[in-house]
């Protein structure tokens, strides 16, 4: 039987998938998006569905479905639900992000998220394994697929949230932008003030007026390698210092 984990005490607890593991980005995302007033949401390319569960934690009201083409990986994701008693609120269907169309209507869902793979085909190391491969490049499923899906999907009004690679911020933009959701919020992550950004996180309203909120960078560490406090308020360790 597969090993059953928690993020931190009292949190939703998850088994990993072998080929799609947990992340800080994904933790960071769920702390970044704002559900206020959102009952519906969608996430594209869930893997093993440990974003709907941080955010249907943190949102009683909100009820996610789960995108993901790999049918293990689905499978995990549904038995995640399963340990947190969600499978009210939780759903997985197993699809390609590229066929949206065919599996829901237009303006379905309030809300998307998405950590979608950040290289382009041909940057960096690609892995042997098919499934690892495609989480990290894009492979099976490039930016434009996931802005566009998230834009079909979204309502006028409706959030798309997602984390990306600094290097393609100008690409993410010019996309977003391209497909009617409009940047409104934006957070650079940094390991310590040290190091200059690596990841970002954007959300973006469909059909909003242009406004920019660019928020303070988020450091994980301090300087003598310890976390930061907002580090502790995002994995809830926050008496642990």
């Known amino acids: 039987m597969a090993n059953i984990e928690a993020l931190w005490e009292g949190g939703p607890q998850f ?6 593991k947990l992340g800080t980005d994904s ?4 702390d970044f998006v704002n559900t206020a007033s959102r009952k519906r949401g969608i996430d594209l390319g869930c893997g093993s569905g440990i974003l709907p569960l941080l955010l249907m934690q943190r949102s009683p009201a909100l009820s996610m479905t789960g995108l ?20 009210g609120r939780g759903h997985i269907t197993v699809g390609d992000i590229r066929e949206c169309r065919s599996l829901f209507p237009s303006g379905s869902f309030e809300l998307a998220v998405a950590n979608p ?53 100008t690409d993410l933009l010019c996309l977003l932008r391209e497909y009617s959701l409009e940047p409104k919020r934006l957070r650079f992550i940094a390991h310590s003030a040290r190091h200059s ?20 960078t988020l450091y994980l560490r301090n300087d003598d390698g310890s976390e930061t406090e907002e580090t502790l308020r995002i994995y809830h360790r926050e008496g642990a210092k």
């Open 15 to 20: 088994i990993q998938s072998e080929h799609f």
């Open 27 to 30: 933790v960071l995302l769920a």
């Open 117 to 169: 793979p950040y290289f382009v085909p041909g940057s960096g190391k690609v892995s042997p394994d098919a499934d690892k491969a495609s989480a990290r490049a894009e492979l099976d499923c490039t930016l434009r697929d996931v802005v566009s899906a998230a834009s079909y999907l979204c309502p006028t009004g409706g959030s798309f949230c997602l984390v990306q690679r600094t290097e393609r911020l």
């Open 68 to 87: 993901e083409i790999n049918p293990a990986a689905a499978e995990v994701a549904r038995e995640n639900l399963r340990i947190n008693g969600l499978f």
């Open 197 to 216: 950004p690596s990841i970002v996180l954007v959300e973006a309203r469909r059909g909003a007026a242009s406004g920019l909120k660019v928020l303070p």
